[in-house]
């Protein structure tokens, strides 16, 4: 099979300007607890994690859209077993082209998220993609991840252009509390984002620039009885809400944000 990697623009939650690439949801998160779940390389069928509490949306995604699916682990089998150098050159060299073509159409630079599905699957992934970072600066990059481990073990290393956030609901949660740790917590209710004093995210915003911790309300399919489920019945009903689709009211008011947001981002507060 031929080693590319292919980057994406944009979803139903996310404007062009966010491109991104992705891994098997659940197959590349060694660290996920809470959220993990996985689909079936071949028919998509959902296997559920033994502490799940929520599904993991970007699982849920794999299960319905074979497409995707096969386009993530294409991407996983083309980095998984190289180097370091060569990680980095096979992303590097894989972005050049969507990153110069968004830059010169738009007058700006894109934002670059590491993942919608999948994680740092190990140490030399997450080592190629600070460089991959620290090589495409000032472009803006971020992710989402579980991997708090790798975070702390290379928090001299990160790049001021990487907004990492660390997603609680991982098996080494306690790094977060303990570093004091920017991180995303998925809440059932906008009352719970209120109790914890924490602001919701509806567009990345809150991950891609430098600020304090945040939630995002739950989304995606979740478990027919589970908490999760009974959780998104009670937004619907109460307030319309379906979680992120193309029909999302707020979708252009979110686009109309993210477009705003400056090329010129405010200086990074480390927190460890
Ligand atoms: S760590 Fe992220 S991508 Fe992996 S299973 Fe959990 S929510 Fe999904």
């Keep these: ?15 062009d300007r966010v491109i991104h690439m992705s891994l098997p949801s659940g197959y590349t998160c060694p660290m996920a607890l809470k959220c993990l779940c996985k689909a079936n ?76 599905g999948g994680d740092f699957f190990n140490e030399n992934y997450f080592n190629a993609w600070l460089k991959l970072a620290k090589h495409y600066e000032p472009t803006q990059f971020y992710a989402y991840t579980k991997r708090t481990d790798l975070w702390v073990d290379k928090c001299k290393s990160i790049p001021d252009n990487f907004e990492l956030n660390a997603s609680r609901g991982g098996k080494r949660d306690d790094l977060i509390d303990t570093y004091n740790l920017k991180c995303a917590e998925v809440v059932l209710s906008k009352q719970e984002a209120i109790n914890k004093n924490l602001e919701l995210d509806h567009d990345d915003s809150h991950a891609y620039q430098p600020g304090p911790s945040f939630a995002q309300l739950i989304h995606g399919c979740q478990k027919a009885g589970s908490k999760a489920s009974k959780a998104l019945s009670k937004l619907k009903k109460d307030e319309g809400y379906t979680g992120y689709n193309s029909n999302t009211k707020t979708m252009s008011q979110r686009n109309r944000n993210i477009l705003l947001y400056s090329k010129h981002l405010k200086p990074k507060t480390r927190t460890i």
């Design 41 to 116: 390389a071949n028919t998509g069928k959902i296997t559920d994690g033994p502490h799940q509490e929520y599904r993991c949306y970007a699982a849920m995604q794999e299960a319905r859209h074979k497409g995707l699916r096969e386009q993530r682990w294409n991407n996983y089998i083309a980095l998984k077993k190289l180097s370091i150098d060569d990680m980095y050159l096979l992303l590097q060299t894989s972005l050049h082209n969507i990153h110069e073509k968004y830059t010169a159409n738009h007058g700006q630079r894109p934002l670059v998220r590491a993942h919608i």
């Design 1 to 15: 099979m031929a080693k590319t990697i292919k980057w994406s623009q944009g979803n139903v939650k996310l404007p």
